[in-house]
């Protein structure tokens, strides 16, 4: 498999400020859905904004589809929908679709792009009265026109409310389908669970670069096990050593790689009551990985 970006030993801060990329090395594979994850400040937009070549990096080397990002080749393989972005308010939709469409010299045809980002019920509406799900399908239908082989998508759910986030989703999946590379960032960590190949998470300047997305939660015990009862925690600690045990009143969390011996223990020792056995989610595992400030 090519690889689509490759990012080798990226360096960047602002003036005046820590730096939010440090010693990054980063290669994303053609053909995938990659999700970044990562605290509010922790460097999404800015490290997108560096692959894109809209800024360079203090130091290191980037190279998309081989070629920098500045590149001419570079802006007519590549789309990107941002977090924030305007249109002129009396424009109708269809005729923002047409406008972007004649930049490009083999855009997508237009009923493709329509069909994928589900526009036909407001094309003959102008940008101001739109919703700001109809927004984000708008910009994420400029992003596409050019019919891209890479498509950076910043946050691209904002503002979206369920049915037009499902929607979106339907849409990227599609774009994998048809052997694109996607870059979202996003906050709902369903979100990436639901879409993404691999998952990498910014955390102090560095990206932690998974395989695949269960791979998160095998960084930590696999298994929850909840329950009430009404013994003192210490009498659960004293008989299960070297668990890993919450308690909140009579509710007990365990976080273990093995939970069956420790199921057979409290069934046959314990008065346990509303027992749960999950696998742990990837929002638990992420939350994990950033509070131990292991990424």
């Known amino acids: 498999m090519n690889s689509a970006i490759d990012l080798s030993n990226i360096n960047f801060g602002y003036r005046d400020s820590n730096p939010l990329l440090a010693g990054l090395n980063l290669t994303l594979q053609q053909g995938q859905v990659h999700a970044i994850l990562g605290q509010n400040g922790a460097g999404k937009t800015t490290l997108i904004n560096i692959m894109l070549g809209r800024i360079k990096p203090t ?28 249109l002129p308010l009396h424009i109708k939709v269809r005729e923002f679709i047409e406008l972007f469409s004649s930049y490009h010299q083999h855009p997508t045809p237009l009923d493709d792009i329509i069909s994928l980002c589900q526009l036909e019920g407001f094309l003959q509406q102008t940008f101001d009265t739109l919703s700001g799900g109809q927004k984000q399908r708008l910009f994420m239908a400029i992003a596409m026109v050019g019919d891209p082989d890479i498509i950076f998508l910043d946050e691209p759910s904002v503002g979206m409310d369920v049915e037009s986030r499902q929607q979106l989703w339907q849409a990227i999946l599609a774009l994998k389908q048809q052997n ?38 095998n960084i930590y015990p696999r298994a929850q096990i909840k329950f009430t009862c009404d013994l003192p925690e210490v009498t659960l600690l ?19 790689n093995e939970p069956n011996p420790i ?17 742990m989610s990837l929002e638990e595992a992420y939350l994990s990985l950033m509070n131990n400030g292991n990424a």
Do not use: W
């Not at 130091?59 to 305007?86: I, T, Y």
């Open 238 to 256: 004293d008989a299960l050593p070297m668990v890993n045990l919450s308690v909140e009143g009579n509710k007990f969390t365990i976080l273990t």
């Open 59 to 86: 130091s290191g080397q980037v190279r998309v589809l081989g070629h920098p990002p500045d590149s001419l080749f570079c802006r007519q393989r590549v789309g990107a929908m941002m977090q924030l972005g305007g």
């Open 263 to 279: 199921l057979q223990r409290l069934l046959t020792q314990f008065d346990v009551h509303n027992l749960q056995v999950a696998p």
């Open 180 to 217: 694109k590379t996607v870059l979202l960032t996003t906050h709902y960590l369903h979100e990436a669970e639901t879409l993404a190949d691999e998952l990498l998470v910014l955390r102090e300047g560095k990206c932690t670069n998974l395989t695949d997305i269960p791979e998160l939660a």
